[in-house]
């Protein structure tokens, strides 16, 4: 059990809709990082937030975006939702922004856009 | 960019014969290696890494060696059981830690009795 939670663990809705995911990161970890895996794509970094900061981007589409709150938990909210946006979405956290921090993975939200 | 590669699965062994998942990079500077697994239905976990040239990280019988000359760093374990069947991705991290990592596109291994 690596401590990180996400929920839910499965989500099936249909395009054009709104979903959110949630993460609950390590206990005392302070960044938060969410990865999409699909498979034409692999895992792909989508962002980063440290105690509630933007801190890196990758490869997020402006349909999609996240936050991380004052308890440390973050959310990505995905809008529009297409089909090519099936995926299994996982979090991860470490405590801190890069160096000697491992990165924990969640076991991530399954996405199906129908 | 920086991007990684992995050989293509699925890699399909018996239990105690030796594996090898061959992995190169790209990167500018010197990062740092990395291989993670994933068991079915679970997140990835940290197998072991390598953050210089020619350190050798090792881990539950996995071990690989960062190669600067060759830019690889190929996975290998001597006897595979059973339960090592997973995905494998090797990645890199830029920054010289665990951010921002990038995976390459995973290699499915099964191992039969």
């Known amino acids: 059990d690596s401590g990180v939670t996400q929920t839910p663990k499965h989500l099936i809705t249909a395009t054009g809709q709104r979903v959110t995911l949630r993460c609950s990161p390590r206990?005392?970890?302070?960044?938060v990082y969410w990865y999409q895996q699909s498979l034409d794509q692999g895992l792909q970094f989508l962002i980063q937030?440290?105690?509630?900061?933007?801190?890196a981007k990758g490869n997020i589409l402006e349909r999609f975006s996240a936050q991380q709150f004052p308890d440390l938990h973050s959310e990505l909210n995905l809008s529009s939702l297409e089909l090519g946006d099936s995926a299994l979405y996982f979090c991860?956290?470490?405590?801190?922004?890069?160096?000697?921090?491992?990165?924990?993975f969640g076991n991530g939200t399954r996405l199906t856009v129908t | 960019g920086n991007s990684v590669t992995q050989m293509e699965g699925p890699v399909t062994l018996s239990e105690e014969a030796f594996l090898t998942i061959n992995c190169t990079y790209t990167?500018?500077?010197?990062?740092?290696l990395f291989w993670y697994v994933q068991y079915p239905g679970e997140g990835l976990q940290l197998l072991l890494k390598?953050?210089?040239?020619?350190d050798k990280g090792s881990n539950k019988g996995f071990e690989a060696t960062y190669r600067k000359e060759t830019t690889s760093f190929h996975l290998e374990k001597g006897s595979v059981q059973v339960s090592d069947s997973a995905v494998y991705f090797c990645a890199l991290s830029d920054g010289g830690g665990y951010n921002k990592l990038i995976f390459g596109a995973g290699t499915r291994l099964a191992v039969h009795p």
């Open positions: 990167a500018t500077g010197y990062p740092s």
């Open positions: 991860a956290s470490s405590a801190g922004t890069g160096g000697s921090s491992p990165l924990h």
């Open positions: 390598a953050t210089k040239a020619d």
């Open positions: 206990s005392g970890d302070l960044s």
């Open positions: 937030y440290y105690n509630g900061e933007e801190r």
